[in-house]
C-alpha cells in the first residue's frame, strides 16, 4: 500500500537537518525500492526547506511505523509534525522525475 508522508520542520530546524542530511539519506536509501517519490518541501520563496515529502510503499501501517520510528529526523527532533496517509495513484506517471540538469538547484536539493 502506499502511503504519503507530509512530514514539516521544527521552526529554525535547518541546521539540525543539514547535520543529520548523510544518515537521513542512508535510512531512506535503504527502501529505495519502495519509494514512489522523495524530496524537500520548500517555502514559497523555493530555497529555505521546511520539511519532506515520501511517497512510500510499505505491507501496512504498522510496517511504515517500525521504519518511520528509526528514521533520523524523527529520532532526532527534526519533524515538528508527520502526516501519513494512505494514498492510491491512479494517474501515469509523467512528470516529477528528479531533473536531468540539477545544476541550478539550491544547495539544499542536491
Known amino acids: 500500500m502506499l502511503f504519503t508522508l507530509y512530514c514539516m520542520d521544527k521552526p529554525g530546524g535547518i541546521e539540525r537537518r543539514l547535520a543529520l542530511?548523510?544518515?537521513h539519506r542512508e535510512h531512506v536509501a535503504k527502501i529505495a525500492d519502495r519509494l514512489a517519490a522523495a524530496g524537500p518541501l520548500?517555502?514559497?520563496?523555493?530555497?529555505?526547506?521546511?520539511?519532506?515529502l515520501l511517497i512510500v510503499d510499505f505491507e501496512d501501517r504498522a510496517?511504515?511505523?517500525?521504519?518511520l520510528a528509526d528514521e533520523?529526523?524523527?529520532q532526532q527532533?527534526?519533524?515538528?509534525?508527520?502526516?501519513?496517509?494512505?494514498?492510491?495513484?491512479?494517474?501515469?506517471q509523467r512528470t516529477?522525475?528528479?531533473?536531468?540538469?540539477?545544476?541550478n538547484l539550491t544547495a539544499f536539493a542536491r
Open 63 to 67: 510496517a511504515l511505523d517500525a521504519w
Open 72 to 74: 533520523p529526523f524523527t
Open 77 to 92: 527532533g527534526v519533524y515538528e509534525t508527520v502526516t501519513v496517509r494512505p494514498f492510491l495513484n491512479v494517474w501515469p
Open 96 to 103: 516529477g522525475a528528479p531533473p536531468s540538469d540539477m545544476s
Open 42 to 52: 520548500f517555502a514559497d520563496d523555493g530555497i529555505a526547506m521546511i520539511g519532506s
Open 21 to 23: 542530511r548523510a544518515v
